[in-house]
C-alpha cells in the first residue's frame, strides 16, 4: 500500500508539472506573438460600472470606438517614430459593458499574494462570458469607470505580461477621456512588456529612462511625460500628470522592451 501511494504521489506530481511546462510554453509562445509585430493588435476594451453609480452607468452608455481613437493615433505616432515595418500596430475595439467585476489586487502586495491575484484574474478573464463578437482579442483590457465627483482616488491600474490582461482604473468624465486613455495605453505597454519607469516611493520619473527628452537643456521643464514615467516632469520633485495621449511619448528604452528596438 505504501509503494503504491508513493507511485500516485509522484503521478500527481509528475502531471502537475506537465501541466506548468504546458501553460508556461504557451505564454512563452503568446508573449512572441504579441510582440514580433507582424501584424496589428486587436485591443479589446470592456467597460465595467465601478461604483454602480448612475453617472458612471451613463458615461459608459456613450462610450464608442472614437472615444479610444487616441489610443491608436499614439502608437501610430511612434511606431513610425521609431520605424517600425507596421504601420498600425494596435487596433482598439469596444466591447458590450459587463456586468461583472474582476478579482481586486491584494492591498498587502507579497509576491504570493500577488501570484495567487494573477492567476485568479487569469482564470476570471479566460472564463468570463461576454457579447462582444469581434475579432479575437489579443489584449484585454477591462476598465472600470467610476464617478469623478464621488471617487476623488481609485485603485492602481494594472497589466499583466502572463495572460496579456490589464485592469484600468478611469473616471466616467468626458474631460476625462484624455487622461483615461494615458493610463490604457500605460498598462497596454506593460502587457506587451515595458516595465514602469518612475520611483514607486515618490512617483517621481526615473532619469534618464523615464523622461521623455533626457537631454533637454535645461532639463526642466519637460514638455511631454514618457509614456512609462507616467508624468511630465517640472523639477527634480515635482511633476504633471499628462492631460491625453498628445503629451507623451515612447522612450528608447520602452521602445526597446517591446521589441521595437533592438538593444543597443
Given amino acids: 500500500m505504501m509503494a503504491s501511494g508513493g507511485f500516485f504521489r509522484k503521478f500527481r506530481i509528475a502531471i502537475l508539472l506537465f501541466i506548468l ?148 482604473y478611469g473616471y466616467a468624465d468626458k474631460n476625462l477621456t484624455g487622461a483615461n486613455n494615458v493610463v490604457i495605453a500605460h498598462e497596454f505597454l506593460h502587457t506587451v512588456g515595458a516595465t514602469d519607469k518612475y520611483d514607486l516611493a515618490s512617483g517621481q520619473p526615473t532619469h534618464p529612462e523615464g523622461y521623455a527628452k533626457p537631454d533637454k537643456q535645461p532639463l526642466f521643464p519637460q514638455e511631454y511625460a514618457e509614456i512609462m514615467g507616467g508624468k511630465i516632469p517640472v523639477s527634480h520633485v515635482e511633476s504633471n500628470m499628462p492631460h491625453s495621449l498628445d503629451e507623451c511619448l515612447i522612450g528608447p528604452k520602452s521602445a526597446q522592451e517591446i521589441n521595437w528596438i533592438k538593444p543597443s
Fill in 21 to 168: 511546462f504546458i501553460v508556461a510554453g504557451d505564454a512563452y509562445l503568446t508573449k512572441m506573438r504579441s510582440t514580433d509585430w507582424d501584424h496589428p493588435l486587436n485591443v479589446v476594451v470592456y467597460p465595467i460600472n465601478g461604483d454602480g453609480s448612475s453617472v458612471s452607468s451613463e458615461y459608459i452608455n456613450t462610450l464608442t470606438a472614437d472615444d479610444f481613437a487616441a489610443i491608436e493615433r499614439f502608437f501610430t505616432e511612434e511606431a513610425q517614430h521609431y520605424k517600425l515595418p507596421l504601420t498600425k500596430p494596435v487596433e482598439v475595439r469596444l466591447a458590450p459593458v459587463l456586468d461583472e467585476k474582476p478579482p481586486r489586487a491584494p492591498q498587502d502586495k507579497t509576491p504570493l499574494n500577488v501570484a495567487w491575484w494573477s492567476l485568479k484574474m487569469r482564470w476570471w478573464s479566460s472564463t468570463l462570458e461576454s457579447d462582444y463578437q469581434g475579432p479575437p482579442p489579443n489584449i484585454k483590457m477591462y476598465v472600470l469607470y467610476f464617478d469623478a465627483e464621488t471617487n476623488s482616488v481609485v485603485d492602481h491600474s494594472l497589466g499583466l505580461e502572463k495572460g496579456l490582461i490589464g485592469v484600468v
